[in-house]
């Protein structure tokens, strides 16, 4: 279900304001069972299969960018002594991957979304980062450990690691552990991609502008989120965060890249001819049952709104907007190049031009839906009316298409009066699961509280 939701090259001189109380955090690995060896033997393997369903671009001039900047970042002593390479995928989502030991991928849709080699090069920064504080395979120790103390050393004899994961649940589905990555993961990658950015001449907070603009078009752009936000989650504010690491750094000079020869590579781009691969997502769904509610709830509250919600979704908000995103990340499925919410929930305040009509107003949110989703229709089922914390309210449902593929999704609409507006709830699930959220999302509903 979709949402309502230039810079030129130059050179920035940023001066130091070091303090001596002040010190840069010590960013380290964490708890790890594999070896630096079974990283590098996870990345091949996982990079021989992906490479068999992405298109991976076979042009010289793309090839050479990309791997322009990821020498120069390699270079720096925070990347580590990993056998690193830099592919381009042709795909229009936003988006870049690296695999454990080295292996990564820029698609050319953030390419083309950047607006200066900077920024391109603070998200590589970022997944060189992940891939030397081995993030990919610590998120795999800490959710299979004891399987791991049994299996690893003859998964390494056997050249079968991929396989090996793949049977623990953790291989490169859609919940693949080894490319979704903790807010404290992010955190770090963020931090030590930007010393590795600087120390390369990049305006290290150039990184931190370019996550900014995927979640300003995660608001404006309709109920999708790009594909990167839904693999690393925001950990916070990035631009204070990375701007207060740039502080603790010796002044130097920084660039934002050549912007004549961004526009070249751009242009290349929109000359490739379409491969039959394109847009192919290796992250293959399995129908929701990975972000099915895990039958416990957490109580979510904001701006004076309170509601409970499954113990396994996260929150995605921005401070800007009355919306919320409430879904796993295996609920999160991608679609034409976006990543659309195909299992969890949206709630949000429509403001209207006067006192709330409950009926009026839903009709006119209803209808605004159906617009931005012109492939959902209503079920056929009349609006059942019911009272939420002491107000009105309406239920209306709706089938569509869903994100994951070759299913049917179901949209359950609670519409209710609020002082400010009407308040909505939409609570998405793919036709085959709904039984199985339907008493979840009833929790959701008759959690709701507001001031009234």
Known sequence: MKLQFKLAAGVVVVAAAVSFAQKPKNIKPGWNLFSPAQDVQLGKEAAAEIEKQVAVVDNPQLT??????GKKLIAQPEAGQYPYTFKVVYDKSINAFALPGGPSYVHTGLILSADNEAQIAGVVAHEVAHVALRHGTSQVTKAQALQLIAGLGGAMAGGGLLGQLAQMGAGLGANSLILKFSRSAESDADLLGARMMAKAGYDPIEMAKFFEKLEAQEQSSGRSIPQFLSDHPNPGNRVKAVSAEVKLMPARQYTKG???DLSRVKGVIGGLPVPAKANTNF??????????PNGQMKQFSSKGLAFKYPANWEVFQNQQSSEVTIASREGIAENNGNAEIAYG?????????SQVNLDNDTRAFLDQMQKNNRDMKPSGEAAKRFQVSGANALLNVFFGPSAFKGQREVDAVVTVEHPQGLLYMILIAPEGEYPKA???FDQMIQSLQFAR
């Open 438 to 440: 339907q008493p979840f």
């Open 64 to 69: 050479e960018y990309v791997n322009r900047i």
């Open 258 to 260: 050549d912007t004549a």
């Open 283 to 292: 992250r293959a769904d399995s129908g929701g049952v990975p972000a099915r």
């Open 345 to 353: 929930a949206i709630v949000g305040l429509a403001q209207t031009r």
